[in-house]
């Protein structure tokens, strides 16, 4: 049984023990905080877009 793929046996490197929920919930976390990273990046922008915009109106 020595030519057995060694992955299958070994937990996985970034959360050893959890097995696939683990890595599973990982992924979830990862993809979740990226998107929170974007939404506050757009919402800051909207926010510079409306104060320009204001300062644009109070300009005329």
Same mark, same amino acid.
């Given at each position: 049984?020595?030519?057995?793929?060694?992955?299958?046996?070994?937990?996985?490197?970034?959360?050893?023990?959890?097995?696939?929920?683990?890595?599973?919930?990982?992924?979830?976390?990862?993809?979740?905080?990226?998107?929170? !990273?974007? +939404?506050?990046?757009?919402?800051?922008?909207?926010? !510079?877009?409306?104060?320009? +915009?204001a300062?644009?109106?109070?300009?005329?």
């Amino acid at each position: 049984m020595s030519d057995e793929n060694p992955e299958f046996k070994e937990p996985h490197k970034a959360n050893p023990g959890k097995g696939f929920a683990g890595r599973a919930q990982s992924h979830e976390d990862d993809y979740v905080r990226r998107h929170e !990273q974007e +939404l506050k990046k757009l919402r800051d922008r909207n926010e !510079q877009l409306e104060k320009d +915009l204001a300062e644009a109106k109070a300009k005329k």
